[in-house]
Nanobody, 114 residues
Framework: QVQLVESGGGLVQAGGSLRLSCAASGSIFSINVMGWFRQAPGKQRELVGSIGYGGSTYYSESVKGRFTISRDNAKNTLYLQMNSLKLEDTAVYYC????????WGQGTQVTVSS
């Protein structure tokens, strides 16, 4: 079973940037689509965006143009570059397969302040 460890979160002012990483304990080489998700307090977990093995990406409307997902299959690592952060981006961020997800990791907290 692959374990996922997210990191890179923190406290940032609105308009700032953060880069999140997701390290997988096992190979994600054969996994087609990986995604970043987030869960804000009192809300359901939502998909932020995803990336296919070949690099094709999808982004939710709320982050399109501000966030960029990338992956390094050789390093079994997924990244989320977040720019122009807004207060509403505050959430715990997770990575996982888009379908038939692995067990969820602890996530990494992103807090955007005014």
């Amino acid at each position: 079973q692959v374990q996922l460890v997210e990191s890179g979160g923190g406290l940032v002012q609105a308009g700032g940037s953060l880069r999140l990483s997701c390290a997988a304990s096992g190979s994600i080489f054969s996994i087609n689509v990986m995604g970043w998700f987030r869960q804000a307090p009192g809300k359901q977990r939502e998909l932020v965006g995803s990336i296919g093995y070949g690099g094709s990406t999808y982004y939710s409307e709320s982050v399109k143009g501000r966030f960029t997902i990338s992956r390094d299959n050789a390093k079994n690592t997924l990244y989320l570059q977040m720019n122009s952060l807004k207060l509403e981006d505050t959430a715990v961020y997770y990575c996982n397969k888009l379908t038939s997800p692995f067990s969820w990791g602890q996530g990494t907290q992103v807090t955007v302040s005014s």
